[in-house]
DNA sequence: CTGAAAGCGCTTACAG
DNA sequence: CTGAAAGCGCTTACAG
């Protein structure tokens, strides 16, 4: 493959002219410019990303995404929603993207990722958020975001919806429609950020309209469709089932209707609102709140770009998104 | 950040004795070596991979995933499902994991990547082939795979199911539970070879069966629910309307259920076998081709790694994986 | 068994 | 306006 040297020896200059030349720098002669054009293009000539990230920055012009490992807590569309996202404004900057997951052995794996120079930034969805690993990043004043409201203690630029207000906002409507026994369903355990933001709007709203938290309305699920169905069997043995639902993810959801569907009820025979919306959420008509996945990846990648363009400490910066409410034949009023 | 200078000066040997240490290389003193790797440890050092990779084969640890852009084309659970089957081995092997996505700009961007150093190999999940690129990476000796069948006249690894074969036994098992009317509905255009191959197995069945392949009873289609609606309608509409479809993907298939419910008609009206299998297909409990997605990225990525470590050019090698047909509630025997 | 030196491909002051 | 030189952080023959 040809290098910078053969170019500079097929247009007849110095290294040093064809560097510049190619990079669009100093102060060529428009004639001895385009020889070296000419010349690169003729060797197809394709500039050593390493060489050229070892001698500027010590990085290469890559941003990494940590997402959590798939198959686990998080439905595909939302995954793939972030990566598109990340990727689309990463190849507007030439940046090329790295994908990596924590794999439970701790945050090592970003931390080497960070100084081995392999990334100039990363942008995390992790829902249950390492303090350590991002204090370090701090300490290093290594440019990162978070697609999601940072824990307790931790200080940088991130971007999510408003979950607990989203969830509020949810209860009420719910309410507003004559549900009184209205029951939350988590995405995850209770210790995760998301999980506990929407619980705490859903307890607001309740407490808000004179009405009672009971705990037995409350169950803690993961992502899946399983646990969709354990929540809504738990729900159903109640003196008092809920007449409403709010679940955690689209698969929850689902699970609560199949489960429904298994006693011989009918779909609509609960309000059922779920969190994320998707394809799947729309064609089995569920009720949504659309998180913009994507637009939250997208702003998060450009807050890391910039983040990344300004090489002194600048202040963080954090974009709450709004969130969507969709109606479709889920919601039901109280009968 | 320390480098291995820093490293060699805290335990007083040359840089050279402490790289050696480092990679387990060279025959240095038990206690030198020591010396050397709790001097690392103390300094926190982690060796810079652009400097490694450009002394070393002018490449870093990184393999390249090449998938089609996130919303089209193909369902996120198999994206996923690739993208953490490529990552699984790829950590096992100490190596990264870049995205990136055809733009339709052409494949100019791959050949950058490669150029460029920052991949030591690529995997390729894209459904229409680029012959010429394949060609190029050929000619440069470039590691690669496809966890596709390649495309006519590229001679190279990959790993895949037996499409063809798949779609054949399929229409076999509705052949011989009665039915006649079989129509088949391809995933995407049909000069992709997934569309073509499906497509020949399903004619192939008809033909050595005695029925006649009718024209009418084919639609083409691409991955989404709306597609599924529109080939339903299309079948619906003629005067021998199919008793069973094959459908090119999970959310093909969804939409010709929906479309079957907003005529009243039950989910069951029709037989429909999906190519693809995924929590969506088992929850609507839609017969499945099985296409283990996930198990395709590993061996895939097992023969890039076998490739990437032999230097020397050596011969290509080929897996194919049996699919599994999934019988659920939409299989029924012709009325 | 260990050190000094060259070199990977590039960029960036610095001379001229 | 252009060239010679140093250097980014590492590894690998090659001396000793």
């Known amino acids: 493959?040809?290098?910078?040297?053969?170019?500079?020896?097929?247009?007849?200059?110095?290294?040093?002219?064809?560097?510049?030349?190619?990079?669009?720098?100093?102060?060529?002669?428009?004639?001895?410019?385009?020889?070296i054009i000419e010349a690169a293009e003729r060797l197809s000539y394709k500039p050593n990303a390493l060489a050229k990230g070892l001698v500027t920055n010590n990085k290469i012009n890559t941003v990494g995404?940590?997402?959590?490992?798939?198959?686990?807590?998080?439905?595909?569309?939302?995954?793939?929603?972030?990566?598109?996202?990340?990727?689309?404004?990463?190849?507007?900057?030439?940046?090329?993207?790295?994908?990596?997951?924590?794999?439970?052995?701790?945050?090592?794996?970003?931390?080497?990722?960070?100084?081995?120079?392999?990334?100039?930034?990363?942008?995390?969805?992790?829902?249950?958020?390492?303090?350590?690993?991002?204090?370090?990043?701090?300490?290093?004043?290594?440019p990162y975001v978070l697609m999601s409201r940072p824990p307790e203690g931790v200080y940088c630029s991130w971007v999510d919806v408003d979950n607990a207000d989203a969830s509020y906002q949810a209860t009420v409507s719910l309410i507003k429609s004559g549900h009184t026994r209205i029951a939350y369903s988590s995405p995850a355990p209770m210790d995760y950020l998301v999980s506990g933001d929407r619980h705490s709007g859903y307890r607001q709203a309740l407490l808000s309209h004179n009405l009672a938290y009971d705990e037995s309305y409350v169950s803690i699920g993961d992502g899946d469709i399983q646990s969709g169905k354990r929540?809504?069997?738990?729900?159903?043995?109640?003196?008092?089932?809920?007449?409403?639902?709010?679940?955690?993810?689209?698969?929850?959801?689902?699970?609560?209707?199949?489960?429904?569907?298994?006693?011989?009820?009918?779909?609509?025979?609960?309000?059922?609102?779920?969190?994320?919306?998707?394809?799947?959420?729309?064609?089995?008509?569920?009720?949504?709140?659309?998180?913009?996945?994507?637009?939250i990846a997208k702003e998060s990648t450009r807050l890391l770009m910039k983040r990344i363009a300004n090489p002194r400490r600048i202040e963080p910066e954090s974009i709450v998104i709004g969130a969507e409410f969709i109606i479709r034949s889920t919601f039901v009023p109280v009968r």
């Not at 110095?14 to 020889?35: C, D, F, H, Y």
């Open 1 to 35: 493959m040809a290098t910078i040297k053969d170019v500079a020896k097929e247009a007849g200059v110095s290294i040093a002219a064809a560097s510049l030349a190619l990079n669009g720098k100093g102060s060529l002669s428009e004639e001895t410019r385009s020889k």
């Open 65 to 142: 995404v940590i997402i959590p490992k798939p198959g686990t807590e998080f439905l595909p569309f939302v995954g793939m929603d972030i990566l598109s996202g990340v990727g689309e404004v990463a190849s507007e900057k030439k940046y090329n993207m790295l994908l990596d997951w924590e794999d439970g052995l701790g945050g090592s794996k970003v931390l080497d990722l960070v100084q081995s120079g392999i990334v100039r930034g990363l942008v995390f969805f992790v829902p249950l958020n390492d303090v350590k690993t991002f204090r370090t990043l701090n300490d290093l004043n290594f």
């Open 231 to 295: 929540a809504m069997e738990q729900f159903l043995s109640l003196n008092e089932p809920p007449t409403a639902l709010i679940a955690g993810s689209n698969l929850q959801a689902i699970g609560m209707i199949e489960s429904l569907k298994e006693r011989g009820l009918d779909h609509r025979e609960k309000a059922i609102i779920t969190f994320d919306d998707s394809p799947l959420a729309e064609s089995y008509g569920i009720s949504a709140i659309h998180i913009p996945t994507n637009l």
